[in-house]
């Protein structure tokens, strides 16, 4: 399986953006997706994921109410950011596991429970 993110880009403090990360290869063993982020200097964080049913959908407390997550199907995954602030900045890595039958929804806000990543995306707010 194959990861392929888009849609970061420079904005000003309270735009919005949204990813997208679209899967390709053996899609059928795709099951939660999800989005991490990396801010230079410190370790990758939990952002969204959504089980591959759309039943389970989890969010960081950082960007709840702010940040939506969506799958048109199972095999692409949006990430819909308003009112962005500096704080926001950071590369945004898609990723997904295995868990086609949400077995383990519980443990999408956990990077360990994925297996396959993206290249990333780099998002820039400016104050």
């Known amino acids: 399986v194959q990861l392929q993110a888009s849609g970061g880009g420079l904005v000003q403090a309270g735009d919005s953006l949204r990813l997208s990360c679209v899967a390709s290869g053996r899609t059928v063993a795709i099951g939660g997706m999800g989005w991490f982020r990396q801010a230079p200097g410190k370790e990758r964080e939990f952002v969204a994921a959504m089980s591959r049913s759309g039943g389970n959908i989890y969010y960081a407390d950082s960007v709840r109410g702010r940040f939506t997550i969506s799958r048109d199907n199972a095999n692409t995954v949006h990430l819909q950011m308003n009112s962005l602030g500096p704080e926001d900045t950071a590369v945004y890595y898609c990723?997904?596991?295995?868990?086609?039958?949400?077995?383990?929804?519980?443990?999408?806000?956990?990077?360990?429970?994925?297996?396959?990543w993206g290249q990333g995306t780099q998002v820039t707010v400016s104050s």
């Open positions: 990723t997904s596991n295995n868990d086609a039958l949400d077995r383990l929804a519980s443990r999408l806000p956990y990077e360990n429970s994925y297996r396959f």
